[in-house]
């Protein structure tokens, strides 16, 4: 081996160390029953994943993940298609907005949710004070609309990340492209509907895949704002995964989810990292 | 010239709308800040009130709590977020740093320098719920749950792959004529990446550490699970206090909130030209 592995290596290990390492024992786990508590340990073959299909509740916590993730990514997308087209030009007030929407997805996301666990407070909370104010009736937004609460907070975060990813896309194609367009005669709308949108589909692909891993993750706004509640109507895999491991300490079932949590993940890895060598 | 008009119109719908955007990013953020200067009593008053002096007279009261010896607990949390993020952020610069420089540098030729780079991004496709019970296992082992050392090893593997990513661009920009001239003069490849490619890389391992920063800043899920007292975090603190059925002060967990949002805020702002790149790896050359 040549001295320039050297670089690499400690990283590569440290890395190997804190992936493939709990991988492995994650798949070894779920063919076993493990109570630390009492030490009992024993192989039960593929018992932990019939367990878990028959759980109404393991799917459920996938229903709302995925169900979840397709709501936000139609909404976030959309929306920022039209943030992005409002941004494009290049004036004072665009590059105000620019830098304001490089803040939401940076911030820390528990104190995010708790901002607008007050916002969206039934007594107390703004949102619900301007709805009194117009004539509306006001909402128990945390438990009558907890999927739409979330899907707002969520949306609020993460609306600006797509729409800046996908403004730079916009912002890299050439010119004359646009060019062309206004000469044949084409207005504004058409000339991003046909000429802009085809350029940038490989970059929506992206933020499809993109957006869907990282929800796959969705734990930190759903803990804060609702729980998973009411009862188990927002709990998304990772809370489900969290209350089976280590409040109902059954490490067996939740290794079992971890497995094909995992299974999920490295399908869209795959599809993700195919998109990118493209580029 | 009735066309004219018609193009100002439409120009100042769209300016409405961009503006309402920037009211709709900044009204959470100017609402952490007006509550946390609110008093306990008025913070929760059946009114809520926005514009203070004119509604409200502001008032220090969640600030001097936060300095009154009762909030020892969150100073505790304050000062684990800040040692954890600064530690973590140290070791995945660290390692990034050797990574970046030999994938910039050699030719791997088991493995291409690109496998190497994507395997190292396919790290952040992990979801840590999927190593939660394994993770909980060996520290428990090794009787290392609630431990600073270990959130902080955790945090630094989580932002390997942008650190790594980050640097070895940055390196990349480095023409290769530089360092062999370095090289003609006698230099060894150590001495080179001391002397010659850091300092030039400087200002993006700067931003990297920024970012790596605000990520272990802001991680909770796999923070939560793995302590209870002793190596507490902020979000851990937040969380655990907001979700208290015991109900809440919402000035005081406001203030709080806003120390938690404020580092990332200034990252942001700070680092803006490098966050996208660094978030899509590199398929968006902001």
């Known amino acids: ?279 | 010239m009735r066309k004219q008009i018609r193009l100002n119109t439409l120009e100042i719908v769209q300016a409405i709308i961009i503006v309402v955007i920037i009211l709709v990013i900044l009204f959470p953020i100017y609402w952490l800040l007006i509550t946390s200067l609110k008093t306990a009593i008025s913070a929760t008053s059946n009114v809520p009130t926005f514009i203070p002096f004119i509604d409200f007279q502001p008032s220090f009261e969640s600030y001097e709590y936060l300095t009154s010896i009762r909030a020892a607990e969150v100073v505790k949390c304050l000062k684990n977020s800040i040692l954890s993020s600064l530690f973590s952020a140290s070791i995945s610069i660290g390692l990034g740093i050797f990574a970046g420089y030999g994938l910039a540098r050699f030719q791997y030729k088991k493995w291409k320098n690109e496998d190497i780079g994507f395997w190292f991004l396919s790290l952040r496709i992990l979801p840590p719920a999927a190593v939660l019970v394994p993770y909980y296992l060996i520290f428990n082992f090794l009787r290392m749950l609630d431990n600073l050392l270990t959130i902080s090893l955790l945090y630094a593997f989580l932002n390997l792959p942008i650190t790594v990513w980050m640097i070895w661009s940055a390196f990349q920009a480095i023409p290769k004529e530089i360092e062999e001239a370095a090289s003609i003069d006698g230099c060894t490849s150590s001495q080179i990446l001391l002397k010659i490619s850091l300092p030039l890389a400087k200002t993006s391992i700067a931003m990297a550490f920024l970012l790596a920063f605000v990520f272990s800043w802001n991680e909770f899920f796999l923070t939560m699970s793995l302590t209870y007292e002793q190596a507490k975090t902020l979000p851990v603190f937040i969380a655990a206090a907001t979700t208290s059925p015991r109900g809440v002060n919402w000035s005081v967990m406001s203030a709080i909130s806003l120390f938690a949002i404020i580092p990332p805020l200034i990252v942001a702002i700070a680092a803006q030209r490098y966050i996208l790149k660094a978030l899509t790896f590199g398929a968006i050359r902001a």
């Not at chain 1, 949102?127 to 509306?136: A, I, S």
């Not at chain 1, 907070?153 to 646009?178: E, K, N, R, T």
């Not at chain 1, 989810?257 to 993700?272: E, H, N, P, R, T």
């Open chain 1, 1 to 279: 081996m040549s001295r320039s592995w050297l670089y690499v290596l400690p990283a590569i290990i440290y890395a190997a160390t804190f992936s493939i390492l709990p991988m492995v024992l994650s798949l070894s786990l779920s063919f076993c029953n493990y109570n630390p508590g009492s030490g009992l340990f024993n192989f039960v073959g593929l018992n932990n994943y019939l367990d878990l299909f028959n759980l109404a509740r393991f799917w459920n916590s996938l229903a709302v993940t995925f169900l979840f993730a397709a709501s936000a990514i139609t909404l976030e997308l959309s929306l920022a298609f039209l943030i992005s087209y409002l941004l494009s030009r290049e004036t004072k007030l665009t590059k105000v907005a620019r830098v304001a929407l490089t803040i939401p997805f940076m911030l820390n996301p528990v104190a995010v949710s708790y901002d607008f666990k007050m916002i969206f407070d039934i007594d107390y909370g703004p949102l619900n004070f301007l709805l009194k104010k117009v004539g509306l009736p006001i909402i128990k937004w945390r438990t009558d609309f907890a999927f739409l609460t979330l899907l707002i907070v969520d949306a609020w975060q993460w609306v600006p990340f797509v729409s800046l990813v996908l403004l730079a896309g916009i912002l890299s194609i050439s010119p004359a492209i646009v060019e062309s367009g206004k000469i044949d005669g084409a207005s504004e709308l058409q000339i991003f509907r046909y000429l802009i949108i085809p350029q940038v589909s490989n970059l929506i692909t992206f933020l499809i895949l993109f957006r869907l891993i990282e929800l796959l993750k969705l734990f930190d706004i759903v803990y804060v704002l609702t729980g998973g509640g009411p009862g188990i109507s927002t709990e998304t895999i990772a809370l489900f995964l969290y209350v089976t491991a280590l409040q109902s300490f059954n490490l067996g079932r939740a290794s079992a989810a971890s497995v094909i949590l995992l299974i999920f993940a490295i399908i869209l890895g795959l599809m993700l990292m195919r998109v990118m060598r493209r580029r």
